[in-house]
């Protein structure tokens, strides 16, 4: 996908947790429409990055502009009605509910009707049922996900809690996704479902995706845009090949095996 | 063959989304409210509504309310019994106070409503205290109500202790005069009950399977991630605790009209609640249909049990002695059922029901 204008700027970002300075003066742009890869160490400030992205963490300094608004001190509410959505290091799926209930959640912010139609299951509640499960079945058929409707999601193996993860922040219809590790713990064919996920995604709705991955052969493969995170501070900028051959990355993170 | 899923293929989402998957169960379910309105109002004795079936009813719809809360949306009250009491107390002083067209289920919907915004009030703290800290603002709940009508007599009309709830308070509508039946009968108090559980539990049931029950289930088991994928979790909880206190509120107020006949305070204290609470986890935290299966255990088997020990050694030991037994043994059931199966007698029931689906041929 063809990069556009800048649709997420992060302007320096500044982020402390008592004597830890998580991140430190970050700032970078996402293009529209790219596919941006954050990498860097552990405890580097990656999911921390993400956290003041989507409005879980708010930073002592900096701005966030998400489509031109300010949106460093909005609730993660209010930042996902502007159309972001995100996948969790841990998974985030609600451990109690069904694989459909879960993705149905997804859907919450196209909810219009209220608790006393939905109660009596009366016209505007049960049409919204009706064009959520449709929704929800398009991405259930896009992720390979049929067979597993009505599974508790705490049953599912890691790979596909992730997928189902995905899922439900697919069906908000995002304009940007942030999926923080979604490869992580993934055998090598998940991996490849996971990364052709993300790039169908990309390609056929023109979602900006920010993905956290630790895997380079897969990060040089998909992304269109590196940014190198270590001990806070930014180190390396650009795209994967500039990225390769920047010295300070090199030495950072590159040249340690893991 | 008889009960199967095969030859119910799903063929539109609505029919996906059916109350009652499996015709079967739609059919034993109809079967068993048929038998509940018609049959059982005429074979049941006064003893048997008035003792067994009325209080279930009642303490019934108070365990579905708290579950809706606790089971539902994780957040932990130990106010149900107070709750109840409001509802008692202000559907009383809507049937005195208003002109003669008031109703009781009306009075019911009113003073549930009411409660439920107190509900709310107590829930506050719930916007930034979890779990158990969470107790202590619904345990204030629970001694703010007895202590508000302690003090304030007006709302017990100035009676000593109780009050006798009037018999022309049952009326509806004028259906008692015109048809000359006793509206304040056992079997007409009965036949209310049903009817406003029946309606409760039903609507509990739409909302859990919709967008608010998804959110309520969502807020439970991860708030941070309700709310990055947009979920209000503040108005979530807020709106938990408001229909979590309506329920107990008109539970409330069956208990003390269709049940006890008389309203007083003392029916509200904290025991009540741990009482109610007990009902909500063995029935099954978390099912509409568990709150009900909760409240026949615990409400029957104490009696069943001091019955059976009476009859076993009736004479060879002390009636106090055997009345202490069969609650031991009751306690020890009880830890091993939910030791076995935590998820209480709803997800027991669900696994037999999955073992008879594949019967005789598990794989
Ligand atoms: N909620 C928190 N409280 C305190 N320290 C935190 C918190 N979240 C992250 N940190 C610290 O911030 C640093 C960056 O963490 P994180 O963003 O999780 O790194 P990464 O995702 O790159 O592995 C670490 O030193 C971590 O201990
Ligand atoms: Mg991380």
Redesign the pocket.
Not at chain 1, 40 to 47: D, I, L, Q, R, V
């Given at each position: 996908m063809a990069a556009g204008n800048p649709i997420l700027q992060i302007d320096n970002i500044t982020l402390v947790?008592?004597g830890?300075t998580?991140l430190n003066g970050i700032s970078f742009d996402v293009a529209e429409g790219e596919i941006c890869a954050v990498i860097?160490?552990?405890?580097?400030?990656?999911?921390?990055?993400l956290?003041v992205i989507n409005g879980v963490?708010v930073p002592q300094e900096g701005r966030v502009v998400f489509k031109g608004q300010d949106c460093t001190r909005m609730r993660p509410r209010q930042i996902a009605q502007l159309g972001m959505a995100r996948t969790f290091?841990n998974i985030g799926l609600f451990q109690g509910m069904t694989v459909l209930e879960n993705i149905l959640t997804g859907r919450c912010m196209k909810i219009r009707s209220t608790w006393l139609e939905q109660g009596l299951n009366i016209g505007r509640a049960r049409r919204e049922e009706v064009e959520n499960r449709r929704a929800v079945e398009e991405v259930i058929e896009f992720l390979h996900l049929q067979g597993i409707r009505k599974t508790p999601v705490g049953k599912l193996p890691y790979g596909l809690q992730k997928r189902v993860e995905l899922a439900r922040a697919l069906v908000a219809e995002p304009t940007m996704l942030l999926q923080?590790e979604p490869m992580t713990g993934m055998n090598l064919e998940e991996k490849k479902d996971m990364s052709c996920f993300a790039l169908e995604i990309n390609r056929e709705y023109g979602t900006t995706i920010v993905l956290?991955e630790h895997d380079m052969s897969v990060v040089m493969d998909i992304s269109d845009h590196v940014v190198v995170?270590d001990y806070?501070a930014k180190i390396g900028d650009g795209t994967p090949d500039e990225v390769k051959n920047n010295q300070d990355v090199i030495d950072a993170y590159l040249g340690v095996t893991h | 063959m008889i009960y199967r899923e095969t030859g119910t293929f799903i063929t539109s989402y609505l029919e996906d989304r059916k109350l009652f998957p499996i015709p079967f169960d739609k059919w034993a379910m109809a079967v068993f409210m048929l038998f509940m309105i018609f049959v059982v109002p005429f074979i049941a004795s006064d003893y048997w509504l008035a003792a067994h079936l009325i209080p279930i009813l009642a303490y019934g719809t108070a365990a579905l309310g708290l579950n809706l809360l606790t089971g539902m949306t994780g957040q932990l009250s130990l106010g149900t019994a107070g709750f109840m009491c409001f509802g008692a107390f202000f559907t009383f002083n809507i049937m005195l106070r208003s002109p003669e067209w008031m109703n009781l289920p009306l009075a019911m919907v009113l003073a549930g409503s009411v409660t439920g915004v107190i509900g709310i009030i107590f829930g506050l703290p719930s916007i930034r205290i979890k779990g158990f800290y969470l107790l202590v603002s619904t345990l204030a709940a629970q001694y703010f109500a007895l202590w508000f009508f302690r003090s304030y007599p007006y709302f017990l009309n100035y009676a000593t202790a109780t009050v006798t709830l009037p018999d022309h308070h049952f009326d509806l509508f004028g259906i008692g005069e015109t048809f000359d039946v006793d509206m304040a009968s056992f079997e007409a108090k009965y036949l209310m009950s049903l009817g406003i559980v029946t309606a409760l539990a039903l609507f509990a049931k739409n909302l859990m399977r919709s967008a608010t029950g998804r959110n309520f289930m969502a807020v439970r088991d991860m708030d941070i991630a309700a709310s990055v994928i947009g979920i209000p979790v503040i108005r979530t909880k807020m709106l938990a605790f408001f229909v979590s206190c309506f329920y107990c509120g008109v539970g409330g107020a069956l208990f003390c009209y269709a049940y006890l006949q008389v309203l007083g305070i003392r029916t509200f204290e904290m025991n009540r609640s741990f009482e109610i609470l007990f009902m909500a986890i063995i029935g099954g935290l978390g099912s509409i249909a568990g709150s009900f299966y909760g409240t026949v255990l615990v409400y029957e088997f104490p009696i069943l049990f001091s019955w059976a020990g009476d009859y076993l050694f009736k004479g060879a030991f002390d009636t106090a002695v055997v009345d202490n037994v069969a609650k031991i043994t009751y306690g020890i059931l009880i830890i091993a059922l939910l030791i076995r199966e935590p998820g209480g007698l709803a997800a027991l029931w669900a696994t037999a029901k999955q073992k008879l689906r594949t019967w005789p041929f598990p794989h």
């Open positions: 947790f008592g830890v998580a860097g160490p552990n405890g580097a400030g990656k999911s921390s990055m956290n963490y290091q923080d956290i995170l806070g | -």
